[in-house]
């Protein structure tokens, strides 16, 4: 009895001992390495101020506006015949995947957990809506990845598009893994009406003025941005003070003769340990990678489709005021490299010079447009395809009935 109860003790002492070790090593490691945390937390903050700061605000206050004034449960309305039988989704979920296309982490985690807290969602609808919306920024990947670091603005579209994809298909595999019974279907006709009646019930602005609502919106963004800058600054420092205590130089000798053996350089093993923590040092050390196109790539879908344990920490923090849990979209990351890896081989069956400079519309090149604007276009294009997908199924169930009824 004594044994199993020390035994029990000890389990419970195992993570409490492992995080205040971690705890006290970082502490002494800002310690030892004071430049280099200094120089780190600057980066940290650098990013956050100059990309992730202007990136997110006007998304997240005009999304929650659009949330509290009625218009995503007018758009819940008329998704809903969508999002039922491809996601086992609320309709109001599909202004989150869209709004997931136009910004990226971790806006969508802050978007589900206020359609949690607003009783739009159940617990486990909310927790796959999450999983499969944590995208990377156009931004990001259209500017920062393909511009900025390999100076090729055609390579962008092509890992967006992969990047978008595997999560989507994410997102009709969680309805498998996490089964919830589908709610009674709702009446097939007079759509609009009930879109406007859910319109005029869930607006805010019939208890309070648009100024009070504008301001607590603004205040939100304010203190959600300050928060996600924090996490992105500790990370950096993070990274910053194992790179300077030798850490990832260790590792990286550790992992030498297997790079050697699976003929990876250097830059591609180091991209990989380094985005295993935070993406954008992770993809701009793969960017130096003497490797072929296609491996380069399979490393940053996957870094990509992993998140990065910065991006996973703030989407963490963002749930601990809701009861959605991470568990979920943490499992969706690693079902998620495999198939985005997938995917990208596949596309490789086309030759690279053909894949990567394809031609759109009118002859124009994706890769000229401005990342948001090619953004919007996949956002408002998934939202007209969901609502033309609802209303052939409700087309397809009437006839149906009428054939049935004959």
């Known amino acids: 009895m004594g044994m199993h109860y020390y035994g029990i003790k000890l389990k419970k002492m195992i993570a409490p ?41 006007p998304f997240f206050i005009i999304s929650e506006l ?15 015949p969508a999002m039922r039988p491809l996601f086992n989704l ?17 806006l969508c985690a802050i978007l589900t ?45 092509l890992i967006a598009v992969i990047h978008y994809l595997s999560n989507f298909l994410c997102g009709i595999l969680l309805k498998f893994l996490f089964p919830q019974k589908s709610p009674p279907a709702q009446s ?15 607006t805010q602005l019939q208890t309070r003025g648009f100024g009070q609502i504008f301001g607590e919106t603004i205040r939100n963004a ?46 591609l093993v180091r991209g990989i340990l380094y985005g295993f923590f935070e993406i954008t040092i992770g993809i701009e050390e793969v960017s130096h990678s003497t490797s072929s196109i296609l491996t380069q790539l399979l490393v940053i879908e996957a870094i990509l ?36 890896m997938g995917i990208t081989y596949l596309a490789f069956t086309l030759p690279p010079e053909e894949l990567i400079s394809l031609p759109v519309f009118s002859g124009l090149q994706v890769s000229s447009w401005h990342p948001f604007v090619w953004g919007g276009i996949i956002a408002l294009t998934s939202i007209t395809l969901l609502f033309c997908h609802g209303l052939a199924l409700k087309i397809i169930g009437i006839l149906r009935k009428r054939i049935i009824i004959r």
């Open 113 to 157: 957990n206020r359609l949690r807290q607003e009783g739009m969602c159940t617990r486990n609808e909310g927790e796959r809506l999450l999983s499969f919306t944590s995208n990377a920024s156009p931004l990001f990947m259209l500017g920062a990845v393909s511009v900025g670091m390999y100076k090729n603005a055609s390579l962008g579209p």
């Open 17 to 57: 001992t492992l995080f205040t070790a971690s705890c006290l090593f970082l502490a002494l490691g800002i310690v030892c390495h004071p430049v280099a945390a200094f120089h780190s937390a600057q980066r940290g903050l650098q990013i956050w101020w100059e990309i992730v700061f202007p990136s997110l605000l």
């Open 222 to 267: 304010g203190l959600t941005l300050l928060t996600i800058g924090s996490f992105i600054t500790f990370f950096s420092v993070l990274t910053g003070v194992l790179q300077a205590a030798g850490i990832f130089s260790l590792l990286m000798r550790i992992l030498a003769p297997l790079a050697a053996l699976l003929g990876l350089d250097i830059y």
């Open 305 to 340: 489709a992993w998140n990065g344990l910065s991006i996973q920490a703030q989407i963490t923090g963002i749930l601990t005021d809701s009861d959605l849990r991470p568990t979920p979209y943490i499992i969706t990351r690693i079902i998620q490299m495999p198939l985005a």
């Open 188 to 202: 097939t006709g007079r759509i609009l009406y009930r879109a406007l009646s859910s319109f005029a019930a869930s």
């Open 90 to 106: 609320p309709g109001t979920s599909g202004f989150i995947i869209a709004m997931s296309y136009l910004s990226g982490f971790p």
């Open 66 to 80: 659009l949330m509290k004034l009625g218009f995503v449960a007018f758009l819940g309305t008329l998704l809903e």
